[in-house]
């Protein structure tokens, strides 16, 4: 009964239309003299069974419409339309598909953000715990308090929220980026001061090789992330001291390529194409235990976004090499404010 009451309200304009139109044309042959009243009420009955006879059969062709559309759904599935009859019911009926692929779409990247923050922290929860054990340690001991051993503990530390923080505004990234022109030798000094004690801790020495003149155009703070990352891989997977990274750049046809070169004990090819993916840390993650699997994927989707094509090509004991490539960059000439940018302080070999 809902269906017919439905179906009649959505016709009730055709139907008073039809009535107008049947009452204009008799009134029209009565102003024109004729005046057979039995041909009148044989049109008119005519017409209203012809109306009814359609209106009936476009009910009958709308009927599973309707029974789809009353019903209380239950499930997103509820909202395709199956064994449509009309033109117009198909094409709503594919416009309800294509809306629900999207509206799924959404949902599993949604799902997929969420179960990926709650597992980074998750991890991230149960990394804190061993440096702040260790501290604890520490200051239980009688002896003099061991400074040094305190703040690389609180570096770990620090380390742990500035990732778990850059994971965060990971989801946000395009409200968050500001792009200038930045001269790469100098922000690749600064990143190298930054992580300097990383460097002395583990007995690693970087080398420069970058042109003062060469410029690029990127945001600064995600690529300072970025190639901190890189450099803090490849100390952390080069175990004997005395090795040194390679920091270089050159300027190709397709743009400026910057290198990060280590002689680390490398990646095995059966992890190398999945470094990039989010928690996967593969058999030298394991190795030290401390591997999130979040840095080269944070790395990738950083480059990715900014428009950085991202390289990473290994060879199990004898290192690994990271290339982005800046479409943008040149080699142009560099004022003493950008060349001098976040270097005060700086050591090319530390």
Request: proline residues 2%; hydrophobic residues 40%; contains cysteine.
């Amino acid at each position: 009964m809902k269906k017919f009451s439905l179906f009649l309200r959505e016709h009730l304009s055709f139907i008073a239309f039809q009535t107008f139109l049947v009452l204009f044309i008799l009134i029209l042959y009565w102003l024109d003299g004729f005046r057979n009243v039995n041909t009148a009420i044989y049109s008119i009955s005519i017409s209203m069974l012809l109306t009814a006879g359609f209106l009936g059969a476009k009910f009958i062709m709308r009927r599973s419409f309707y029974t789809a559309i009353i019903r209380k759904p239950e499930k997103m599935e509820d909202a395709l339309i199956r064994h449509a009859q009309s033109p117009e019911h198909r094409q709503t009926t594919e416009f309800m598909r294509v809306l629900y692929k999207l509206y799924q779409k959404e949902v599993q990247t949604l799902y997929a953000a969420q179960h990926r923050q709650l597992h980074f922290m998750n991890q991230w929860v149960h990394q804190m715990k061993t440096p702040i054990s260790v501290i604890g340690l520490l200051l239980q001991e009688e002896t003099e308090l061991n400074r040094d051993s305190i703040a690389e503990e609180i570096e770990k530390i620090q380390r742990g929220l500035d990732s778990i923080l850059v994971n965060a505004r990971l989801e946000t990234f395009e409200q968050d980026m500001r792009i200038e022109r930045i001269a790469l030798k100098g922000l690749v000094q600064e990143i190298l001061t930054e992580h300097k004690r990383l460097f002395i801790t583990n007995g690693i020495f970087p080398v420069i090789s970058i042109d003062d003149n060469y410029l690029v155009a990127t945001d600064m703070k995600w690529m300072k992330i970025v190639i901190g990352q890189f450099i803090t891989n490849a100390v952390k997977y080069t175990f004997e001291k005395g090795m040194k990274v390679y920091l270089s750049a050159e300027c190709t046809e397709n743009g400026l390529k910057l290198t990060i070169q280590d002689e680390g004990v490398g990646i095995p090819k059966s992890d190398l194409k999945r470094v990039a993916k989010a928690f996967f840390t593969g058999e030298n993650g394991r190795l030290t235990g401390e591997s999130t699997g979040m840095g080269l994927y944070i790395a990738s989707e950083v480059c990715t976004r900014l428009g950085h094509p991202l390289t990473i090509e290994s060879e199990l004991g004898v290192g690994t090499c990271v290339t982005v490539l800046f479409e943008n960059g040149e080699a142009g000439k560099t004022d003493d404010a950008e060349r001098n940018r976040g270097t005060d302080g700086s050591d090319e070999n530390l």
